[in-house]
């Protein structure tokens, strides 16, 4: 290797792993938000699968936390270590593909993006799928080229890794699959045992969680089934579009954006030059797409379309720095290479600025449409005030601690001190993975301390659950403690103290015409 080239590598490779670690070292100083701890709740109840989605990210936090304690960078660190395999991987289609400086310019622009940055940092499953589609991505497009077993088995493995972390790793067969067909040069692996058989260790990896799907009335399914707009009648509009372009330019940033869609388009028109365009192009495409599509019936969440654009950040970087004279490719139009080192700025500027804004609060925004605000302030102290409250019950060894939502309940559990089992009253909002850990009989009877947002929820709701309810003591979550008299909180909680359960945790269908009551077929 050309020192250059050895020089180019050696910096990617600096920026990703020092990059990693930095968000290991980061990822322990701020609260988890509702989310995180849910899913560290699904560590602490081990199962084949789960109500809202795959389980791997349950799995690798109870891995992290029996190793490292139950502390948020414990909780936090598989996600951090995923992004750190997807990047890798990236780096590693850049550099075999489109040469080092096309790898160097990809580490570069993938470490400051947004979507990354926090899929990197927060315990979701958006950063294990990741790994899953980059692993996936790298293997597969060298399967297509050398027919190897290896290749084929090793694309299977990180198919059925990518599936346990999320349903959407499904949306990669079509892209990948597309390829082949299209292109007469790669037909016929399609038509040997190979590709099949990695197809299938994918299947047989992500097996458990269709067992625990038929054991649980396909839940899983019914629940993908509701959010993509099942219980709705068909219309298309464009309500929702506008709003998912929107959230794709805020995650990626808008010249980042921009320039994804040119080296999409790009892509296409060159196909003949260099067929690993369209194979990169449709592992993005094809999900983006299909999101797209879905945003014109129901509203799609700005996260859930995340891993189409790794292949899609490669082709960018490729098509600024590239194999060519110059080191890019001559027919790249000029506005384009200009715009690159402004799109690498803005990555980093928006990016450090949430992060720090995150830390301390540095952003001049009103607190009720401060998102970091809500979920990450307070929750300690809340648990600490819970805490006490329940030693002053009158039966303390006969009192849960409850959230009428799950995401409250979830942090509950992880900052109360001893991190007690805590209950999800599903009964008036939506099912959820509560409704298979708590049963109305373990509870009959008990008193409870219970923290709500709505102050009117004992005469609305928790009266129909519990012999009586007191009225709520309010407390205000402030994100300036030194300040709190001075501005305005963050959120406001209720806590209420409850005798005498009666039973109704479960939620309970509005109408047997949902889909997800169980009343209905697949």
Known sequence: MQSKEKNYINAAWLIVIGLMFFRIFYSGLFLLVPDETNYWQWSRHLAWGYHDNSPLIGWAIRLSTELFGQNERAVRLPSVLSMGIASIYMVAMARRWFGARAAFHTALLTQGILELNVGGLLATTDALQSAGWAGAAFHVA??????????????????????????????????????????????DRLLRIRPYAGLMLGFLMFLPVIYWNAENGWNSVRHVAHIGGANTGFELHLKYLGDYLASQVGLLSPIVFVLVLYACYYAVRNIRKNPIYLYMFLCSFVMFAGFAVLSLHKRVYGNWPGACYLTAFVLAAALYAGKGSGGSDDNVPVLYRKAWPWAIGTSYILTAILLLHVAVPILPISKKLDRVAREVTGWKMIGQKVDGMMKQMPNPEKTFLFGKRYQIASELAFYTPGQPDTVSINRWSRPNVYDYWCKDEDYIGFDAIGITSHSDDHQKTLNQVFDRVEPPVEVNVFRDPFYSDKKEPARTFYIYRAFGFKGGLRWVPPDTSDVRSGTQSI
């Open 142 to 187: 060298k399967a297509y080229e050398n027919d190897t077993w290896n290749e084929w088995l090793l694309g299977g493995f990180w198919f059925g890794f990518g599936m346990l972390a999320k349903f959407t790793m499904v949306i990669f067969l079509p892209g990948a699959y597309l390829f082949g067909l299209v292109l007469p040069e790669y037909r």
